[in-house]
């Protein structure tokens, strides 16, 4: 498959965390399929949400990280060219 493999992680991380249905029709994946891996792991940041509200353990998750830990985000965008 062409798809980056850290990109192909991020959206299997995030189907199996809020379903097929939301991770294949989300922002994230239409900028995938266009093959704007970058916009659309950043896009997936977008999923911080239970039941309507904000969490910050999602917020966290999902970014960039910071000196501590590795988020989401910046696993997808690292194993990108």
Excluded: H
């Excluded at 000196?67 to 696993?75: F, N, P, Q, S």
Aim: net charge positive.
């Amino acid at each position: 498959d062409k798809m980056p493999v850290s990109w192909q992680a991020m959206m299997t991380s995030l189907s199996y965390n809020v379903g097929i249905g939301a991770a294949c029709g989300s922002t994230a994946a239409r900028l995938g399929r266009t093959g704007q891996y970058q916009a659309s792991c950043i896009a997936a940041t977008a999923f911080n949400k239970a039941g309507g509200k904000m969490i910050i353990g999602l917020v966290k998750r999902r970014e960039m990280g910071d000196a501590t830990r590795i988020g989401e985000a910046e696993l997808c965008v690292s194993g990108l060219n």
